[in-house]
């Protein structure tokens, strides 16, 4: 019997490509300046992995999972997940500066811009149609998170104490976590040849 | 000034490490922090950055760039781009350190059913978050009947076809300089 394990297994998988440090640069340069609002870690997969193919699925999704789960903007984490694993610890800071620096320069122009001359210029109508889609965007969110993460009766009650806590009790997010990651732990809490009922 | 910059650097980067589901959840805070508490801005400038954060190219919580500017514009220019920079730094330095080393062990926890646990418990709260985040959006935004449909035209499109945003603010950005001055 054959011993070697091929060290790309499948055979579409050994058109993997592992990029130089420029090109890492250069592709979270891309991404920084073409991302706009949500949908940023799906667009991230389908260069890294579908167009460029530097990462196959199976090292890109445990990546994705590790983001979502950990506190932090999906895109910073992902950033340093794929430029760790592509190019060691500077990989991580070489992605994650990339994805930023253009950004920072338009973003503080644009503050600038709004600061010191917007804000009696008539240009300024536009912001109320664009804080309109922006609203819209976020109530999308809620839509889309919801989706994914009611699961019962009692996940709607945590959404919803969670709301709660902010709005009427005006208490900080890192505060509201402590009260309420206890809470959604021990309800989720992995359980033995059960499956969860409603009460 | 040099209070302002340890008050951005203290705010951003407790938020960063609570910014459990994406940044977006820490909205609430940031817009309780920025307005309420250290008066850097008012709810109606709030809301007008995180519109143009979200029109500008770039990751989406940028908004934080823009509130580290305007806490520190009435020290002049140089030190609202410092402003900026210490408050960027700050909400996405600590995290990524985080995903860094974290990104060692993950792969250790790949079998244990805490991980699929620890999941689902985050997410509703996260949904929770962006609801908070959302009304205080909406409380600013949507104060007349146009952009009340604006906003609903927007929701619906980002629900059921791939429109792209950005493309959806240029538009509603025109119909609201045409016919809402």
């Known amino acids: 019997m054959e011993r070697n394990t091929p060290p790309d297994s499948g055979p579409e998988a050994g058109a993997l490509v592992r990029p130089s440090m420029l090109e890492l640069a250069g592709l979270f340069v891309f991404i920084g300046l073409t991302s706009f609002g949500g949908g940023i870690t799906a667009y991230i997969r389908r260069l890294v992995v579908t167009q460029k193919r530097w990462l196959t699925d199976e090292e890109f999704l445990p990546g994705l999972g590790l983001v979502q789960l950990l506190p932090g903007a999906n895109v910073a984490g992902l950033a340093v997940y794929i430029g760790n694993h592509l190019k060691g610890p500077l990989g991580s800071a070489v992605a994650l500066s990339c994805l930023f620096i253009p950004p920072f320069v338009t973003t503080c122009a644009l503050g600038f811009l709004y600061f010191h001359a917007g804000q009696k210029a008539d240009g300024m109508a536009m912001l109320a149609g664009i804080t309109a889609v922006a609203c819209g965007l976020m109530a999308s969110m809620v839509f889309e998170a919801g989706q994914k993460s009611i699961k019962g009766v009692f996940d709607i009650i945590l959404i919803l104490i969670t709301f709660a806590l902010v709005r009427f009790a005006h208490l900080h997010v890192p505060v509201v976590i402590l009260i309420m990651a206890p809470l959604a732990l021990w309800w989720h809490r992995p359980r033995k040849n059960s499956t969860k009922e409603d009460a | ?181």
């Open chain 2, 1 to 181: 000034m040099n209070r302002v910059l340890l008050q951005l650097a203290g705010l951003f980067s407790a938020l960063s490490l609570s910014a459990f589901g994406g940044g977006k959840v820490v909205l609430p805070s940031m817009h309780q922090a920025a307005c309420g508490e250290y008066h850097w801005m008012s709810d109606q400038q709030f809301v007008d950055l995180f519109s143009i954060s979200m029109a500008a190219p770039g990751p989406s919580m940028m908004v934080v760039t823009l509130v580290g500017l305007k806490a520190c514009l009435p020290y002049g220019t140089a030190a609202a781009i410092l402003g900026a920079l210490v408050a960027t730094l700050a909400m996405f330095v600590p995290s990524s350190v985080l995903v860094y080393y974290a990104g060692n062990w993950w792969d250790h926890w790949k079998e244990s059913p805490w991980r699929h646990a620890v999941m689902d418990a985050i997410m509703p709260i996260s949904t929770g978050l962006i609801l908070a985040a959302t009304w205080i959006i909406a409380k600013t935004s949507i104060h007349s009947v146009p952009t009340a449909i604006m906003g609903l035209i927007a929701l619906f499109l980002m629900l059921f076809t791939k429109i792209n945003p950005v493309l959806m603010m240029a538009v509603a950005g025109a119909i609201s300089w045409g016919f809402l001055r």
